[in-house]
């Protein structure tokens, strides 16, 4: 049973638009949650996260939006540009574990100039 | 920032071999580090959790006696793939928590992967 789910393998924006990028959990002892840029062959890099106490948190063109109530968080990229392409991966830690992270399947993003 | 290294960062060999990946922190402590495992288009799957001088936990389904894993040291944990079969081809990547950092921004940093495929 996935406990994080990406339910969009991809999608597709233009250039300079909105990008948002949704993600759904189930358990509710998250209590942080973080998103992940990744590319082909390469390790996860860290972009934004938020606590479960918070309901936003915003970092240049980054924002992460969290609501607790419907077990949902999304990830804004404004504006998208060429260079964000990449598989964006939602993880979530559970309070309480060594800290290790559940992650979704990700969404490939594509941004077209 | 803190940094990851893994190596090697892509390996090719032959069925029945055993191969070692190793972990390091480079600048922090990590008394925990992680494995994951990822297949094509698929999510980052935790294998197991590494704890420096003890043993690791080990994920459900994952098993202990093939994929073997030392942390002997505060900046070192290293999986070996034991007899080594096209199956266990994937890309493996490991990740550290810096034991000392107070922030919980990032809680885990990563290494690059490491591309196994096995003939």
């Known amino acids: 049973d996935q406990q994080v789910k990406q339910n969009s393998p991809s999608l597709s924006v233009q250039e300079g638009r909105i990008s948002i990028l949704n993600c759904d959990y189930t358990n509710s002892m998250f209590d942080y949650f973080l998103w992940y840029k990744k590319y082909p062959a390469e390790g996860p890099t860290f972009l934004i996260s938020i606590s479960s106490i918070k309901d936003k948190n915003e970092d240049g063109r980054f924002t992460v939006f969290l609501n607790k109530s419907a077990k949902h968080l999304s990830l804004h990229i404004v504006p998208s540009q060429p260079g964000d392409s990449a598989v964006y991966f939602c993880a979530a830690r559970s309070w309480g574990s060594q800290g290790n992270l559940i992650f979704g399947k990700g969404t490939k993003l594509s941004v077209k100039p | 920032g803190a940094v990851v290294s893994q190596h090697p960062s892509w390996v090719i060999c032959k069925s029945g071999t055993s191969v070692k990946i190793e972990c390091r922190s480079l600048?922090?402590?990590?008394?925990?580090m992680f494995w994951y495992r990822q297949f094509p288009k698929q999510s980052l799957m935790l294998m197991a959790t590494s704890n420096e001088g003890s043993k690791a936990t080990y994920e459900q389904g994952v098993e202990k006696d093939k994929f073997l894993i030392n942390h002997a040291s505060l900046t070192l944990s290293t999986l070996t793939v034991t007899s080594a079969h096209p199956e266990d081809s994937s890309f493996y990547i490991c990740?550290?928590?810096?034991?000392?950092?107070?922030?919980?921004?990032?809680?885990?940093?990563f290494g690059d992967g490491t591309r196994l495929s096995i003939l």
């Open positions: 990740s550290a928590r810096d034991s000392g950092a107070q922030s919980t921004r990032q809680p885990q940093h």
């Open positions: 600048d922090f402590q990590a008394t925990t």
